[in-house]
């Protein structure tokens, strides 16, 4: 072959190249990394729409890779299991991260769990894995109808209800600990005992309870996205935005008028993964001993005999230690005014 055939096919292999490179470039989608952002009480609505949303995504070509951020104090049970498997769905053909922002606790936890990693601030909320709903009513008979069986007008005995209440606990536990026990980066060193008291933690505490996998925020949910998704070059999208166009929107933020909504208007005998314990404005009066009992939840009870010097007084308890005495201080938070008597003014 004469040099200059050489030479000219190498000319043209290097313009076939850059104009596949300009090409691809210009024409070719650029793939993209998703974001949407569920802040909500999880009910049949808010649900069905995130499950929208999650199956356009997965369908979607030009979509490399989702984070999740959730702002969720939990939801119904039913609604939050279905969220979690809508996301395994998505987890199955694309990198699925989540970011929690303020707190993620019972089904908002449910839905954290379903992803590739999990980051959060070290002061959110995090966990409270369980189930609750209201107390189970004996079989009636109404006055004014018919019924063909014994259990048609309640579903079930109490005992029914009990066994099926604890069947719905144990599936959101077991789920999150199939989840986490299998979690590359940072796997669950908590026993499903442990996490099943329903406890919720600080972000800095679930990182060492394995419950998420670092502390971070969105940018590193992002991050992480794109590096399990293989890709460096991308651009981050509103996911609602870019699958239907602005303006869109998914779900709304008012917690508490929803939370009292839902519990006012649930069936009877729904079952609840929420935690409206949950300090959130606007649910109860901020008391100094509620401040104070939420303290509480964050830490394990001292044992009694763990004081063996102290002396016996009125607040001595059978088993020989003696219980605390809150002060009035104790029940006050930093940042939280102090409690005034008579005649006293606050600075």
Do not use: C
């Not at 707190?103 to 769990?113: N, P």
């Not at 969105?218 to 239907?244: F, N």
């Not at 709304?252 to 949950?278: E, G, K, W």
């Amino acid at each position: 072959m004469k040099p200059w055939e050489i030479i000219t096919a190498a000319v043209v292999l290097l313009a076939a190249l850059g104009g596949g490179i300009w090409l691809a470039r210009t024409v070719a989608p650029e793939p993209v990394i998703g974001v949407v952002r569920f802040e909500a009480v999880i009910d049949f609505a808010t649900a069905q729409q995130m499950i929208d949303l999650l199956e356009e995504a997965r369908q979607d070509p030009r979509v490399a890779g989702v984070v999740v951020e959730i702002l969720s104090p939990g939801g119904y049970a039913t609604s939050s299991e279905s969220i979690f498997y809508s996301m395994l769905q998505l987890r199955a053909e694309k990198p699925l991260v989540v970011a929690i922002d303020g707190m993620a606790v019972s089904g908002g936890y449910y839905m954290a769990a379903a992803g590739n990693r999990i980051y959060a601030p070290g002061s959110a909320y995090v966990g409270n894995i369980g189930s609750r709903g209201p107390r189970p009513t004996d079989p009636y008979i109404a006055p004014d109808e018919l019924a063909s069986g014994p259990f048609k007008l309640t579903g079930g005995s109490r005992f029914d209800r009990i066994h099926q209440f604890d069947l719905v606990k144990e599936n959101f536990l077991q789920n999150v600990v199939h989840q986490r026990r299998n979690a590359e980066m940072n796997p669950l060193q908590a026993s499903p005992e442990v996490l099943g008291e329903a406890r919720f933690y600080l972000g800095s505490e679930a990182v060492a309870l394995g419950l998420i996998d670092a502390e971070g925020g969105l940018s590193d949910a992002i991050l992480a996205a794109a590096e399990l998704a293989g890709v460096s070059s991308y651009s981050v999208v509103r996911l609602i935005d870019y699958l239907y166009g602005p303006p869109a929107t998914l779900v709304y933020s008012d917690f508490a008028a929803a939370i009292q909504a839902m519990l006012q208007t649930a069936p009877p005998d729904v079952v609840f993964l929420l935690d409206s314990r949950m300090p959130l404005t606007g649910l109860g009066e901020d008391s100094a001993i509620d401040r104070h009992l939420m303290n509480l939840r964050r830490i394990a009870p001292a044992r009694l005999d763990a004081f063996p010097d102290l002396q016996s007084s009125p607040n001595q308890t059978p088993g020989g230690g003696q219980l605390p005495v809150l002060s009035g201080s104790s029940l006050s938070q930093p940042g939280q005014p102090q409690p005034t008597q008579p005649g006293e003014s606050t600075p």
